[in-house]
C-alpha cells in the first residue's frame, strides 16, 4: 500500500481524538473566597458570580490566551476549596500556597498577585516599627481570615501577642478603642476597609511589610483543563504581569468598586469582609 495513503488514512483516524483533546477545555470554571475585598468578593448584582481584581485580572489573562472564565461563588473559603481539590470546578484564583495542598492542586507561579501584610496602627502611635521582631511585648489583632505565610504565621505564634478577631472590621475597631496596639492587614484589604468604614484618617500603615504571601491560581489534579499548556501559559502571563503596571490600576479600581457598592443602601448586602 502507497505510504502516503496510509498516512492519510490514520491521520483521518486520529482527527477525532485530536479534537477531543484540544476542545476539553472550552471554559476555566474558577472560584475563590467570597469576602475579601478587593481582591474577591460576591457581586451583589448577581451574587452567583465573584468579581474583583483577582477576577478582573484573570479575566484580562485568560482574554489574551482565547480561554473563556466564569468566576462562581461556591461558598466560604473552605467550600471553595473543596470544589477545586473533588475537580468540580477547575481553579481557584486566590489560594494561599499551602504544602498540604500539592497532592490535589497545581500552583502557577509566580503568583497573581502579593499580598503585602503591612502593621497598621493609630495615627497618635509610638510604635516604633522595622521588622517583625520590633513587635514583640506589644498587643496586636489580627482577622482569623488572614492568610500569612507558614513560615510568619508560626513566628507570631511563638514571638507576637495578638488578638485573633472574627474580621478584618472588629481588629480595627479593637485598635481604635486602644485595646491593642497595632493590626496586621493587607496593604490593600486595610485601605478598602479603613476608607468604607471612615477610619482612614484615624490609621496609619507602616510601609515595610511584615510578610508576603502570595494569592496563587492553583489549577485541580482532576480538572480536564489542567495540562502542561495551560499551566506553562498562564506562568508566563503571571511573570508578565508585574511588569505591565496593571495590577496596582485593577486594585485601586476594585477597592473604589466596593466602596460604592457599600454606599448603596438599595443594594442587597455583601458578605462582610474577613480579609
Not at 505510504?3 to 477525532?16: E, F, I, N, Q
Not at 507576637?160 to 490593600?188: I, M, P
Not at 508576603?212 to 482532576?222: Q, T
Amino acid at each position: 500500500m502507497d505510504l502516503r495513503l496510509v498516512w492519510s488514512l490514520l491521520g483521518v483516524a486520529l482527527l477525532p481524538t485530536l479534537t477531543v483533546a484540544a476542545g476539553k477545555c472550552e471554559r476555566l470554571v474558577v472560584t475563590g473566597s467570597p469576602d475579601a475585598p478587593p481582591y474577591l468578593w460576591q457581586d451583589p448584582q448577581d451574587p452567583r458570580h465573584l468579581i474583583g481584581a483577582s477576577a478582573d485580572l484573570l479575566q484580562q489573562v485568560a482574554g489574551e490566551l482565547g480561554l473563556k472564565v466564569e468566576l462562581l461563588y461556591a461558598g466560604k473559603r473552605s467550600e471553595a476549596l473543596e470544589e477545586v481539590r473533588s475537580g468540580r470546578m477547575d481553579m481557584l484564583a486566590d489560594a494561599p500556597l499551602t504544602v498540604s495542598e500539592l497532592e490535589t492542586l497545581d500552583y502557577i507561579h509566580p503568583p497573581l498577585l502579593e499580598n503585602d501584610y503591612l502593621v497598621w496602627t493609630r495615627k497618635d502611635s509610638t510604635l516604633v516599627y522595622n521588622q517583625a521582631q520590633d513587635l514583640r511585648g506589644h498587643s496586636g489583632a489580627v482577622s482569623e481570615k488572614a492568610r500569612l505565610t507558614q513560615e510568619f504565621d508560626t513566628f507570631a505564634g511563638q514571638q507576637l501577642t495578638l488578638a485573633r478577631t472574627s474580621n478584618l472590621t472588629q481588629a480595627f475597631q479593637k485598635l481604635l478603642l486602644g485595646e491593642v496596639e497595632f493590626v496586621l492587614a493587607g496593604r490593600y484589604s486595610g485601605m478598602a476597609i479603613a476608607q468604607t468604614l471612615g477610619m482612614a484618617g484615624d490609621l496609619s500603615a507602616r510601609s515595610q511589610p511584615v510578610d508576603k504571601p502570595g494569592l496563587y491560581l492553583a489549577i485541580s489534579h482532576d480538572s480536564a483543563c489542567n495540562d502542561p499548556w495551560l499551566r506553562g501559559q498562564l506562568a508566563k502571563k503571571m511573570t508578565e504581569l508585574p511588569a505591565s503596571g496593571l495590577t496596582e490600576a485593577v486594585l485601586m479600581r476594585n477597592i473604589e468598586r466596593w466602596k460604592a457598592q457599600r454606599s448603596q443602601p438599595q443594594q442587597p448586602p455583601v458578605s462582610t469582609p474577613k480579609q
